[in-house]
T-cell receptor, first 112, second 116 residues
Framework: GNSVTQMEGPVTLSEEAFLTINCTYT??????LFWYVQYPGEGLQLLLK?????DKGSNKGFEATYRKETTSFHLEKGSVQVSDSAVYFC???????????FGSGTRLLVRP | GAVVSQHPSRVICKSGTSVKIECRSL??????MFWYRQFPKKSLMLMAT?????????EQGVEKDKFLINHASLTLSTLTVTSAHPEDSSFYIC????????????FGPGTRLTVT
């Protein structure tokens, strides 16, 4: 079945550091891929998405590229801010279903 | 943007009692909603798909008699945890798909259930 694996956290960075959170997936067909973010005390919010191979999703300085050859969708940001501290979830939706399958989440802590 | 609300945000109940959690889409209609459970430091686990006007579809391993789902209108789905036990303590989250884009969803803020 479909599954998502993402790196365990927590990830602790200093402000303005480069961020990478790895995400790989297993799926049949051509899933859509997502990154959701959960800020403290809030619900999940869609950060970015990509619906086909080689698409790049981007938002708020974050980027992720849909790599079918490596079945990956790594999240990157060139310069993190304290306000980026949150839990980040990689997720996929299969091409025959809109059910979301989530990774385990990665907590990011950015220190001033 | 579209908003999904949940009520209550926190609830504490005694073992053996039932608890109802509401999920509302505030400015859009949702014929389908999803219920998730999130364990501490773990991912969201899909429990069931709530369908307006018909029975909910439960994921494997989820007891439908324990987690009753009712999708009474196009803006409201309820999850009732019946005869709650301490192991049911968790964070319950609902979501609703964006209209015209079923693979993108809006999430509620979640309900923290503690069973004593």
């Amino acid at each position: 079945g479909n599954s998502v694996t993402q790196m365990e956290g927590p990830v602790t960075l200093s402000e303005e550091a480069f961020l990478t959170i790895n995400c790989t997936y297993t799926a049949t067909g051509y899933p859509s891929l997502f990154w959701y973010v959960q800020y403290p005390g809030e619900g999940l919010q869609l950060l970015l998405k990509a619906t086909k191979a080689d698409d790049k999703g981007s938002n708020k300085g974050f980027e992720a590229t849909y790599r079918k050859e490596t079945t990956s969708f790594h999240l990157e940001k060139g310069s993190v801010q304290v306000s980026d501290s949150a839990v980040y979830f990689c997720a996929l939706a299969g091409d025959s279903s809109y059910k979301l399958i989530f990774g385990s989440g990665t907590r990011l802590l950015v220190r001033p | 943007g579209a908003v999904v609300s949940q009520h209550p945000s926190r609830v504490i109940c005694k073992s053996g009692t039932s608890v109802k959690i509401e999920c509302r889409s505030l400015d859009f209609q949702a014929t389908t909603m999803f219920w998730y459970r999130q364990f501490p430091k773990k991912s969201l686990m899909l429990m069931a798909t709530s369908n307006e006007g018909s029975k909910a579809t439960y994921e494997q391993g989820v007891e439908k008699d324990k987690f009753l789902i009712n999708h009474a209108s196009l803006t409201l789905s309820t999850l009732t945890v019946t005869s709650a036990h301490p192991e049911d303590s968790s964070f319950y989250i609902c979501s609703a798909p964006v209209q015209g884009g079923m693979d993108e969803q809006y999430f509620g803020p979640g309900t923290r259930l503690t069973v004593t």
